[in-house]
């Protein structure tokens, strides 16, 4: 008998270590394949975002070198280059700027400098500015405050794209590419001026702004000098180098590598986001400059739900391979009674280390509500198709509104107050109702002031300060590992009118949720750490026509969500509630395990009274904690307290059977010891099903 035990043991043992093998090999070899397939995808965007900014400035170096043509090849009369540069400014509006500046003497014998500059107005159209306002031939001394380089150094050596500076007349930040150009028919060695064509660094910030780069990723670009000429956090152009903010070497010698025109990649910890990223490097044609691609690994990796779900099973594999190996190690077919307990205690630890990995693997899983924006793209494909009810040919009116939360505070457990900033841009000519709803707000107490409107360009912004108490709908199954997910809905003023809410991206600096946009640092509530934050669409949840038939009533429109996640600090819950009720279980084995003579019935009513207190000690914790969640259904919290009210019960009925019914196989064997055994093994068993069919399955 004992040799079968041990060769179904050992059987059972070897196919526990095959299947772990198999899912192992199987998760590692998918998680390979997805790496590979997903590197080359995010390869092939930085190459593709590099691309699209090189053909930019190309563009502006092909029309440099055509003015340049045409000068030197006298199709192009000096009396006619102003009319010649607004018409090329018109068909290229990315061009800020363009100058044609002369030596001295080369425009006209009798005239020693000479400048003609076409440059863009706040209103998009164009002005000129003619005649030489300083002398441009001085050499450069910027702590004299002589700013000549763009001239001289581009005499000196010849065209290429200069660092960024303050143009005092046109009072932006330009980055300007240089070209001299010949004498009249490529007569004599020297030049007779240069060609500069601005761009500002706002244009270089949408050309980079434009890419597809996913949910979290970013790009910037870097001068010759490693200086950001854009960037998504503001305060780094122009001011910042990227040899400054970064604290790996690895991946400074990628810039250094690129700006010397290399193809370069490397894998560091990200210095803005703080995760684990891809950073591309792709040098961008013949600027000198180079384009920097930031790419989260973890949007390339398949879904998070999924992966949990196989590294749990693997892990379930694996521990049921290490119980079954002590089954063997410790001679359990032996039935000693130092062998049961070892078994015992190798399955409970078992069981407590799968809990904890299962905690660990859910704790920062992501909940979206509705469909997540973080780019034009994405905004522009899901608003695709919206039309007016008037006219379905039409677009609705895109009103770009933006939120910055400034405290949070859960006043009860269905509802939120929020403190903070809304804000919205119209255009100046439209006659839509200025404004927006707030479709959970509750109570009567509430602030929607305006604070500010004021016109730039042809837009109106106003900003509305607001505090609201709104309703929510929270899940807390998971208690105490669950999360909040505060979302604010927000609805356009009129509810007839062709209007939709857009997320004002332009507004924010990173985008990327878990890096909190639109909420303030030192926003946050007691014992709730803020994870997440996001925009998202959702169809208004609209049931019927507010006073009006179905058939005039205007189509179901996007909502739009401003979202928070916000996940509970267990530190507290684990001390009220997971605390007293694991030395609730632990007392109830201590009773089982004290001494309890077979035949001696007055030991029922010692059980029935210690059964007693007990159960009511944790029949109050169990109230408290369903009172403080409001919980309707059953938490997981809960399965602990349900667990212990059986096992209370079943300890008192062992109590029963010691003291009346001696005889009974179970009471005998080996002094009672089965159900003292199987005790933990049995609590830490329900626990873990627990766990996975909450938390994994």
Known sequence: MRRLSTLILTILLVSAVTVTALLTYSYLSYRSHLEDEAFAAAQSQAVAASER???????????????????????????????????????????????????????????????????????????????????????????AGINTGWYVDTLREGAHWHEPFFATGAQKILVEYGLPFAPLGGQGADAAGIISIDYTLQDVSDLVRALELGATGYGFVISAEGTFLAHPVREY?????????????????????????????????????????????????????????????????????????????????????????????????????????????VFSALCVALIVLAWALTNRLEVVDGTSITSPSQMDRYLEGLANPADPAAAPLRVPTGILIQSLQFPDATSVTINGYVWQRYPVDSTVRRGFALPQRTGEEATLDEVSRRRIGDEEVITWYVGVTLRQS????????????????????????????????????LISPRLLPG??????????????????????????????????????????RFSIQAQRVSLGPFIAYLLPGLIAAAMTFAYLM??????????????????????????????????????VGITYMEVLYMLLYVAIVAVAANIFAVARRPGWAIVRYRDNIAPKVLYWPVFAGVMLLATVVVFVY
């Open 53 to 143: 900014i090189s053909a930019a400035f190309g563009e502006v170096m092909s029309t440099a070198a055509l003015l340049a043509a045409e000068l030197e090849e006298g199709a192009l009369p000096y009396s006619d280059i102003e009319a010649r540069m607004r018409e090329i400014a018109a068909d290229r509006p990315n061009i800020d700027g363009i100058a044609i500046t002369f030596e001295p003497f080369a425009y006209d014998p009798a005239l020693r400098l000479f400048q003609t500059y076409v440059y863009k107005l706040p209103d998009g159209t164009y002005d000129a500015l003619v005649g030489a306002t300083y002398d441009y031939t001085q050499t450069p001394d910027p702590a």
């Open 237 to 345: 152009v122009v001011n910042r180098t990227i040899f400054e903010i970064s604290g790996d070497e690895a991946l400074t010698e990628a810039a250094r590598q690129a700006l010397g025109g290399a193809s370069r990649f490397v894998e560091v910890l990200d210095p803005i986001t703080g995760e684990t990223t891809w950073n591309f490097f792709e040098p961008i044609g013949a600027t000198g400059w180079s384009i920097g691609i930031v790419l989260d690994t973890t949007q390339f990796l398949p879904d998070a739900r999924q992966t949990v779900r196989d590294q749990m099973t693997v892990a379930l594999a694996a521990a049921s391979a290490v119980f079954l190996a002590a089954t063997l190690l410790f001679h359990v077919d032996r039935y000693r009674f130092t062998n049961f307990w070892t078994v015992s205690g």
């Open 474 to 509: 929270y899940d807390p199954t998971r208690f105490p590992f669950d999360h909040r997910l505060i979302t604010i809905r927000l609805a356009p003023a009129e509810l007839d009118a062709a209007v939709v809410l857009t997320p004002d991206l332009d507004a924010y600096d």
């Open 519 to 560: 909420v303030d640092p030192q926003a946050g509530v007691n014992n709730w750490s803020l994870q997440t934050s996001r925009f998202a669409y959702a169809a208004a949840p609209v049931t019927t026509s507010p006073g009006v038939t179905r058939d005039d009533a205007p189509p179901r429109s996007a909502e739009l």
């Open 594 to 631: 004290s001494g309890h003579e077979p035949g001696k019935v007055e030991q029922i009513t010692n059980a029935l009274n210690y059964a007693a207190a007990l159960f009511f000690v944790v029949a109050v914790i169990h109230t408290a904690l369903r009172d403080q969640i409001a919980a």
